[in-house]
Nanobody, 125 residues
Framework: QVQLVESGGGLVQAGGSLRLSCAAS????????TGWFRQAPGKEREFVAA????????YYADSVKGRFTISRDNAKNTVYLQMDSLKPEDTAVYYC??????????????????WGQGTQVTVSS
């Protein structure tokens, strides 16, 4: 199994930046992709960004494209989400997740087998 531990959340003013980290441990796989999801109170968990094992391919939700950047450092077994130009609408609990090797896509929670505990991001106006 893969264990994911998230960190880096906090309170930031609109227009500010945060960097989230997702550290992986346990039985990692060279085939999995890592995604970031977020969930605001009363709303469904939604896709934010994803990255392949090599880091050569990245994917973003339209709502964050141009503001967020996903990257990874395989030497540290860590995936990052750099969040710039934050908006109050970005306020949510952010989760990282690792996909199953057989997942058909990257945009849905069902495509991921392992999840972190979540980290709170609050953007004030």
């Amino acid at each position: 199994q893969v264990q994911l531990v998230e960190s880096g959340g906090g309170l930031v003013q609109a227009g500010g930046s945060l960097r989230l980290s997702c550290a992986a441990s346990g039985r990692t796989s060279s085939s999995y992709k890592t995604g970031w999801f977020r969930q605001a109170p009363g709303k469904e968990r939604e896709f934010v960004a994803a990255i392949t094992r090599t880091g050569d391919d990245t994917y973003y939700a339209d709502s964050v494209k141009g503001r967020f950047t996903i990257s990874r450092d395989n030497a540290k077994n860590t995936v990052y989400l750099q969040m710039d130009s934050l908006k109050p609408e970005d306020t949510a609990v952010y989760y990282c997740a690792a996909s199953s090797p057989w997942s058909a896509s990257i945009y849905y929670t069902q495509d991921y087998a392992y999840w972190g505990q979540g980290t709170q991001v609050t953007v004030s106006s």
